[in-house]
């Protein structure tokens, strides 16, 4: 694993940090609301749309989110998520821009195009990118389940009356696919092995 | 490395380290095995970005939930009232019902009133020694129907007085509305006396006549000695005579 990079945000109003890791969905309205406006704003500007805003922000969000739970926000400065998730988002729109289906955009804002500082560090955005890739392998009955009780945070009685079913049929599923993705970790993990 | 299966409780210690659902002692005692025991680290680790994998999942779908919402907002701020979308969906809701009040036939309006699909039987870890019917009543129970019957028939065709099997096939045909396909089944159910599920399944098949608008089967049944379903029986009847 790389070196662990702190990113300093003022948590002296730490309520945000929290729902952030409990994945309240108050918190992550409240984030949308009060930060996205800024966003769109800037990608709008800059040859893109409402759409486009709305793909790199929850790139920013998932990104802030990925620090949260990795104990990486630490307090101390009067910077508020808002300019983190605005350098992030604008950094990703500007990737958009700068591909190569993109050439002819103009960018009217690029004051920071040269000092493109990575809020995102690659073990972030690598980690990101295998999770996505480990969630994939989940069918929809296992999503349908793991979902509830790992993000939205229900318990198994709460799942189990939702679906109609016994709390022990809930509780066995749930096993059931975290063993399967276990073994396709394991899997992989194998063949990684054999390869080196 | 890890290697080998994971049994339930160690998994579900290792989620309640993980999810931080532990008492203090519990942590301080789950440390010391982990300060000790390098595959239980890495099993730790493992289950921990397993969990984070889907709580990803997640996030990114109430992510666009969010902005799915921000949109319609957006949209509706511009080009439709609220009142007027909200009256187009009451008018929708009542034709509809007037629709089906009209059109549907009064055999099938019964049905579609008494019908309860059966629930299922406890997917619980006393019943993995058989996997492939565990898995297929995970599916029958999320309302994957043609996936579990498709795993169940296999298991038929090797045991084919299997009433188990037999009862859940049709089951699951009745609930893609498939009597054609649920009712010889059910008959062979509910002909045999010695069936945990015979009641069942002649409840099962009396509501299959009805749909089908085959009253004199229906009545053939007698279900008069039903211990459970008489009642309702003998009022289907009745408001299929009048």
Redesign the interface.
Known sequence: MGQRISITLSTSDSSWVDGLRR?D?AA??GL?KAH?PAVRQYVLQNSGT?SDA?DVF?EA??IL??NA?QGRLSTGTENGPGGFLFRVAKNKWLDVVRSAAHKHMKVVHNDQVLEHRSDAPDDIEER?T???G??EK?DD?C??I??QY???RKDLATIAAG????E??IR??K??C??K??AF??AI??EE?EAS | ???G??D?PT??AIEAYV?ERMTPEERTAFEQRLAGDASLRAEVE??R????????????????G??QE??DE?RMAVNWPRVLKYAAMVAAIVTGAIWWMVRTPLNERLYAEHFTPD??L????GI?DDPAF?DAM??Y??G?LAEARTKWEPLLASAPTNDTLRYYIASAWLGEKNTAKAVPLLSTVANEPGSAFRDRARWYLFLAHVRDGDINAARALEMDSDPVHADRARIILEQLRD
């Open positions: 994945n969905p992550m309205r949308y996205f409402v709305q929850q969000v998932i989110w990925m739970k990101i295998r999770l996505r480990v969630y989940l009955k999503r349908t793991l979902d790992y993000y939205e679906m109609g079913v016994e022990d049929s066995t599923i096993y059931r975290m063993m993705l276990r970790r394991t993990s194998g092995s | 490395m890890i290697h299966t994971l339930r998994f579900e999810l493992l289950e970005e397993n969990i984070e994998a889907v709580e990803l999942g997640g996030l990114s779908r109430m992510l666009m969010i902005a921000e949109r957006e629930p299922g406890p997917v619980t870890m993995t565990a995970v599916a129970k999320l994957d």
